[in-house]
């Protein structure tokens, strides 16, 4: 993997505060205004990052990767929002200026996965294809999308292989399918109504085609939702280039009211809820108090920490500080540890690696462990595949005898309240989505230009990266 340089979208909730490191030019930035949403009923609240639309958009053709177009529906209910001046558990919605009814809507953000073995290779090529997951330096972009290929074709049969160990595909979307329409009823409990859209960055449904759905409906007011806590560039800050993109393209969108929240590891409701199923499952233990608590997190390449600014590293261990604190004050002192998984690739991932801490733990004579999924809400082929089998073996092969995993989340009643209030909470300071002009997604328009790349581009790929250390490498981590 090649070192990323991020221009996108930063928060850093230690500072409260926002910051961007975007590579436009100095008039968009003069029209840019963040602003960071806070709520008072938690000092560590979600943070909106709210973007203002210039007051002249530009036009450009959206590319978009992949079909999109499958009749595959992904907005769960339809409904529209009438706003006075009103109050919703004490946050005041304001009311805009123009128009009398609004349509909320919430866009829910995921990564996707493939439903089918055989959508396992082209879900690969669409992730690797991102250049916030490989990030190629300028000169090299033209070979992303062979590249993408060749290590796609390379690693669909290990994937592949998970997949089959959980049933022939990932549960993803019914689980996120599930969530958004839990959220909504909870938006309708607490007196808003919405529409909840599911977006997917790598598979059905895709964010644009949810985006479409969000035209089609006439939403007046968005907010989008990453159903990630932490802020990684490559899952939330991937999946805001996609919409900026996007929201930059389109007369409409560029126009809408939105509020994006980057981040939730931090929101109280979150953290209870965590810290409820922990303690919860460490009854399952014959002697709970002996258990390690073991998070395990999804990696990232440390160049993203280090060289691009990815807040992901700080925000994790700031999540598993405040989750112990909850744990604590409820007179659970087990002892803890994070370690990071699911390393892809020949470069250094952020450390400890989870295979080799549960191998020490092991050898250090730790004999019960409890493996604490943190950086996802739902049950994937990580957690079902990769903790539940390849890691729980090698735990018990390690000397550890006593195995439980903590489930995700999921619908658990007071996450998805929570996720409800952190929705209302960000809804009152929406206003328009707005993108920079340049990002690193710039493609050729120009077919024979296209072609003579692609074709140097093979040429230089082979030679690159066919070199046996790499072929060993995507096999096992994928590239
Ligand atoms: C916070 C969560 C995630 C981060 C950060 C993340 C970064 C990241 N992932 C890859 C490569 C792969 N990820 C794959 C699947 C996958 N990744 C996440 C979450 C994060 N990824 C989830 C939830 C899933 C599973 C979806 C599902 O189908 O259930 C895969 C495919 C599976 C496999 O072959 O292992 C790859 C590959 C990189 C390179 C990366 C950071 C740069
Ligand atoms: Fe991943």
Redesign the pocket.
């Known amino acids: 993997?090649i070192a990323?340089s991020y221009n996108g979208v930063l928060s850093n909730p230690r500072f409260q505060s926002f910051h961007s490191k975007f590579s436009s030019s100095s008039s968009e930035i003069r029209n840019l205004t963040y602003v960071t949403c806070h709520s008072d009923s938690n000092k560590f609240t979600s943070q909106a990052s709210l973007f203002l639309c210039p007051a002249s958009t530009n036009r450009t053709n959206v590319v978009l990767r992949g079909p999109f177009c499958r009749d595959r529906r992904n907005l769960i209910g339809q409904a529209s929002y009438s706003v006075g001046s009103t109050t919703l558990d004490g946050v005041h919605l304001e009311t805009p200026s123009h128009v009398g009814e609004e349509k909320v809507g919430v866009l829910l953000l995921?990564?996707?996965?493939?439903e089918t073995l055989n959508d396992?290779q082209p879900?690969?090529f669409n992730?690797?294809a991102d250049p916030?997951?490989?990030?190629l330096p300028r000169l090299f972009q033209f070979l992303q999308q062979p590249l993408a290929k060749l290590i796609s074709v390379l690693?669909?049969p290990?994937?592949k292989e998970?997949?089959a160990a959980?049933g022939g595909?990932?549960?993803?979307r019914k689980i996120t399918d599930d969530q958004a329409l839990a959220l909504k009823k909870a938006l309708e409990a607490k007196g808003l109504s919405s529409n909840v859209y599911v977006g997917m960055r790598?598979?059905y449904p895709f964010t644009e085609e949810a985006v479409e759905q969000i035209k089609r409906d006439g939403v007046t007011r968005l907010v989008v939702l990453p159903l990630?806590?932490?802020f990684?560039?490559?899952?939330t800050g991937s999946s805001i280039r996609v919409l900026q993109q996007m929201f930059r393209a389109d007369e409409y969108l560029s126009s809408l009211s939105v509020s994006v929240i980057n981040s939730w590891y931090q929101r109280e409701g979150y953290i209870k809820s965590m810290a409820d199923l922990i303690q919860k499952e460490l009854t399952s233990f014959s002697e709970p108090e002996e258990a390690m608590i073991f998070f395990s997190?999804?990696?990232?390449?440390v160049s993203?920490v280090e060289d691009a600014g990815d807040p992901?590293r700080d925000q994790m261990e700031e999540c598993i500080f405040l989750i112990m604190k909850a744990l604590k004050a409820r007179g659970v002192n087990n002892e803890h540890t994070l370690a990071y998984q699911?390393r892809?690739?020949p470069v250094q991932?952020l450390k400890p690696y989870t295979d080799k801490v549960l191998v020490e733990l092991g050898q250090k004579g730790v004999k019960s462990l409890l493996a604490v999924p943190v950086?996802?809400v739902?049950?994937?082929?990580?957690?079902?595949e990769?903790i539940d089998m390849e890691y729980k073996e090698l735990a018990l092969e390690s000397g550890i005898k006593n195995w439980a995993r903590v489930p995700a989340l999921g619908l658990t009643p007071s996450f998805i309240t929570d996720l409800a209030d952190a929705v209302i909470e960000a809804l009152p300071s929406a206003t328009a989505l707005y993108a920079p002009t340049s990002t690193s997604e710039d493609v050729d328009h120009d077919p024979v230009t296209y072609l003579i790349k692609i074709f140097f581009g093979s040429i230089l790929a082979f030679i690159f990266f066919l070199s046996p250390k790499m072929i060993t490498s995507f096999k096992n981590h994928?590239?």
């Not at 739902?378 to 079902?384: G, P, R, V």
């Open positions: 993997m990323p995921n990564l996707g996965g493939p396992v879900f690969l992730l690797f916030d997951i490989i990030r690693r669909a290990k994937s998970g997949y959980i595909g990932s549960p993803l790598y598979w990630y806590p932490q990684s560039i490559s899952t997190a999804h990696g990232v390449p993203y992901y699911s892809v690739g991932w950086s996802f739902s049950e994937h082929i990580e957690t079902l990769e994928g590239f």
